[in-house]
């Protein structure tokens, strides 16, 4: 028997849809809507171009960043992040605080802003990170998020949004990540993603 802790990163697959007639901005909603009929739901990985994720990638070392102290105030940039403790391979957690300050789904939480810098993904995808992971809806916001989603697939690398739990995480210290991703076809895929350390 381990003494280790394992803490589930997911959020439930029977989640409850949200009230959208209840939304002030009824095209956040229509798009919410949208995107939820292809896949883009709870805990998710975004494959916009359709590749299948390498069955190597169901473990990875992983590294959880706690960025909350950026959101909202700005992307985080190259500056913010030590780029000598991240690995190839990697399971790359951001914890923006994002999930912890608003219900999920709620129209707070499709609101709430966090943009990685373009110079800083670069960075980690010539790092060779096999998953970028965050507890909010995208590592771009509005027009940018399929774009940042698009690069990343294109390098081998996959988003992983709406990660939870994640204040329950070692703040930059290696860990264990299994992510295992449910192909239904579609361009958001169910994920469940586990941590262990």
């Not at 914890?95 to 110079?119: C, N, Q, V």
Request: net charge negative; with cysteine; proline share 5%.
């Amino acid at each position: 028997m381990s003494d280790s802790t394992i803490i589930d990163l997911s959020l439930p697959f029977n989640l409850e849809a949200p009230d959208l007639e209840s939304f002030g901005d009824k095209s956040q909603a229509k798009r919410f809507s949208s995107l939820t009929a292809v896949g883009h739901w709870g805990t998710h990985l975004d494959r916009l171009l359709g590749t299948k994720v390498p069955p190597e990638y169901f473990k990875s070392r992983g590294l959880c960043l706690d960025v909350s102290s950026r959101v909202p105030s700005g992307s985080l940039n190259l500056a913010d992040v030590d780029l000598a403790q991240i690995h190839k391979g990697d399971f790359l957690i951001f914890r923006t605080g994002i999930m912890e300050s608003h219900p999920y789904a709620s129209e707070a939480y499709l609101s709430a802003k966090f943009d990685l810098d373009w110079e800083l993904l670069k960075a980690l995808l010539d790092l060779g990170v096999r998953f970028l992971g965050l507890d909010s809806r995208g590592l771009r916001a509005d027009s940018d998020h399929a774009k940042a989603d698009t690069a990343c697939e294109k390098a081998g690398t996959y988003v992983i949004e709406n990660l939870t739990n994640l204040a329950n995480l070692p703040a930059s210290r290696p860990i264990a990540v299994y992510a295992a991703v449910f192909d239904f076809g579609g361009t958001g895929l169910p994920a469940k993603v586990y941590a262990e350390f």
